[in-house]
């Protein structure tokens, strides 16, 4: 009889925790985009005061990410989170961030995530979150990413990892900026 009552109640107690894990999505409150004032201060240990030099050494990234995916012939549309990181690869530079800015599939700016430059220090990286109940995006959004130096100093790595999933079916894919060069006429 108390091997009964004991499985019983394991039983009971599983079939909570399920329910409670199957809740929890809904019960918890969304993710959402971070702000300016939210990167500073989630950051703050990986930032360092800007630099008094001139910032001779400067560049661009461009970064493709997807807030949406249209699947099973445009039927369904599958959300992701966004979480874009920018990393300083030197080892004894800072980087200075000028502009973090995310634009939509028609290349409308949706945000800005730097109020001023910031500057990072040697191997550290800051991120910006964009939730997956964020989908002003849509499915051709992109970051822009200006930095600069005082000198030589190591390329950053730029590169978003989108997080969703659709059904019972779970989706995770990175995708890596690519630097902005001017081609055309020599």
């Known amino acids: 009889m ?9 039983l009971t107690r599983g079939l909570f925790l ?34 008094s030099e001139n910032l001779d050494v400067s560049g661009a990234f461009y970064v493709p990410v997807y807030s949406s995916v249209s699947m099973s012939q445009g039927k369904l549309r599958a959300d992701f989170s966004v979480t874009l990181s920018v990393h300083n690869a030197s080892e004894t530079r800072p980087l200075v961030l000028k502009r973090i800015a ?3 599939t028609g290349g409308k700016l949706v945000e ?3 109020k001023a430059p910031v500057a990072l220090k040697p191997f550290s990286t800051i991120e910006v979150f964009v939730g997956a109940v964020d989908v002003r995006g849509g499915t051709g959004a992109n970051f822009a990413v200006d930095w600069a130096a005082t000198g030589e100093i190591a390329e950053p790595v730029v ?13 995770a894919f990175i995708s890596q900026g690519r630097p902005l060069k001017m081609v055309g006429k020599n």
Do not use: N
């Open 112 to 114: 800005s995530y730097l």
């Open 2 to 10: 108390t091997v009964k009552r004991a499985m019983c109640h394991i």
């Open 102 to 104: 995310y634009f939509d």
């Open 18 to 51: 399920a329910i409670l894990g199957g809740l929890a999505p809904i019960l918890a409150p969304p993710a959402s985009a971070q702000t300016a004032a939210g990167i500073e201060q989630a950051f703050a240990g990986s930032l360092t005061t800007m630099p």
């Open 159 to 171: 590169e978003a990892l989108m997080i969703g999933s659709l059904g019972s079916g779970h989706y």
